[in-house]
């Protein structure tokens, strides 16, 4: 910034001083100092733009999302480990790997609006994943009802994320961060993709399984 507002300087110093020397230089001088106005009214309205209360509100959602998808990690990986069927125990893991995805993404997004990827503790995500560890101690090991209950944690989550990206997508596509936007509805995608599996799969025989147990 401060490079921009010297070259601004040495323009107007050669802009005064070549006036007289003729028309056509005159012109060429005026115009890059068209164009190094350009430049400074961009770096004013990115400094205008960093410190909008929404722009603010938008870096903080960015650090709640990013601290809830490092948390989700450890906790599909507990998830994983508890679930009876081998088809749950896939998708959990497969969902980790998506999540490694996710945090990957969000990182290029901190680098795209010009922030620097931070945790901000999410009070939310904790509770829910602390739900989730509650459903494992009061199911039974190895039965079809931990398995259904595993299903409503991880959706749980899902929704979590799907409000938390579906709103984030909104604000970047709003303030013009046309790359970020994109971004952030490609996982918005795939956290309802998982979701509607989650769904598939206690449909399909979890749920009619767990109710015939005792
Ligand atoms: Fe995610
Ligand atoms: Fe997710």
Do not use: W
Request: some cysteine; proline content about 1%.
């Amino acid at each position: 910034m401060a490079t921009k507002t010297s070259d601004t300087k040495d323009n107007n110093t050669t802009s005064s001083t070549t006036t007289s020397t003729g028309a056509a230089i005159g012109t060429a001088t005026s115009t890059s100092a068209k164009k190094t106005t350009a430049v400074d009214n961009a770096t004013v309205k990115e400094s205008d733009m960093k410190s909008s209360p929404l722009h603010k509100f938008f870096v903080s959602s960015l650090k709640d999302i990013y601290y809830a998808e490092n948390a989700i990690i450890d906790a599909l990986e507990k998830m994983q480990d508890a679930a009876t069927t081998e088809e749950l125990k896939e998708a959990f893991e497969d969902h980790q790997l998506q999540t490694k995805k996710h945090i990957s993404r969000l990182e290029k997004v901190f680098k795209l609006i010009d922030e620097t990827p931070e945790k901000k503790e999410c009070e939310a995500i904790k509770g829910i994943i602390k739900e989730g560890e509650e459903v494992i101690k009061s199911t039974e090991e190895g039965s079809m009802t931990r398995d259904a209950a595993l299903i409503i944690a991880a959706q749980k989550v899902e929704h979590y994320e799907i409000a938390s990206y579906g709103g984030l997508a909104q604000l970047a596509i709003t303030m013009g961060h046309d790359k970020a936007a994109d971004l952030l509805e490609r996982t918005l995608q795939e956290e309802e993709d998982t979701d509607y599996e989650l769904t598939e799969i206690a449909e399909t025989y979890i749920n009619f399984d767990a109710e015939q147990e005792d």
